[in-house]
């Protein structure tokens, strides 16, 4: 089905808000798809550290995205166990089906992620609770027009607490500099590098409606570091860039002059 088909007008947004006004308790709101089926797919993953394997990035789908400003929206948090909707990477993993890691900690089940295989281990990703954002998903516009969007993001190894990696998410259309890594960074030796990709390198977003049906698109990009208590690459730098497809009209009237964004130069890592 198309985006178009599945998509909202700019009448249907704004019933969306009124409804969300009025009725708190239902949730309503736009998605954002990032398949294999996405115009461009879904993107990639470099590294971490020397892994040089350059993979396709797991697939997701965040769905309720509710808008609390003309050009800022959040996801809330969504977990009902082991009961429809689970997201597809608990479907796709050797684990039972409860809306859970394996340390416990619920899952945002609004946010849709496939499994991601690192260096032929298979991980669990996940935006879950207990974090600095309760596990929501919160994305802003700044004045320049690049969207930055926050989580509380996990991978789990399936093991227990020590398999739960815990990576704060800052993704953005803007700009992100692969950083060196955590070793280095504190006067050691590390590995400065994520996959191909050196430590200094400049990786870049973009949003608008690159493939013309109408709809905003664009690409996300990401740098960080595993974190150093992680039991596989501590320290190491990742990189990755995400394309996406929206049902969010380009010309919508709650994004005002959202449309010039179209106009950007800017490019994703190719």
């Known amino acids: 089905m198309s985006l178009r088909k599945r998509g909202l007008s700019c009448i249907s947004l704004f019933f969306v808000l009124f409804l969300m006004s009025s009725y708190p308790d239902l949730v309503f709101g736009v998605t954002l798809y990032s398949t294999k089926e996405t115009f461009l797919g879904p993107g990639k993953f470099f590294g971490p550290g020397a892994n040089t394997v350059e993979q396709e990035i797991f697939e997701v789908v965040i769905r309720n995205m509710v808008f609390v400003s003309e050009v800022d929206f959040v996801t809330p948090f969504l977990n009902n166990g082991s009961k429809e909707p689970n997201v597809r990477g608990e479907k796709e993993s050797s684990g039972s089906v409860d809306g859970k890691l394996s340390n416990g900690r619920f899952i945002n089940e609004n946010v849709d992620l496939g499994i991601m295989i690192i260096a032929g281990a298979r991980l669990l990703p996940a935006v879950i609770d207990g974090g600095p954002y309760q596990g929501q998903q919160l994305s802003v516009t700044l004045s320049n027009g690049d969207i930055v969007m926050t989580m509380d993001f996990a991978l789990d190894l399936g093991i227990g607490e020590k398999g739960v990696i815990k990576l704060p998410f800052y993704g953005t259309t803007g700009s992100r500099v692969v950083p060196n890594s955590l070793q280095t960074s504190n006067e050691g030796r590390g590995v400065d590098q994520a996959g191909s990709l050196a430590s200094g390198t400049v990786i870049i977003g973009r949003i608008g409606d690159f493939n013309h049906d109408g709809w905003i698109d664009g690409t996300l990009v990401a740098a960080g570091n595993i974190p150093l ?39 994703a890592i190719p």
């Open 229 to 267: 208590d992680s039991p596989i690459y501590p320290g190491q730098p990742y990189a990755l860039y995400r394309n996406f497809e929206t049902d969010i009209p380009i010309e919508g009237a709650l994004f005002g002059g959202i449309s010039d964004l179209t106009k950007r130069e800017s490019t």
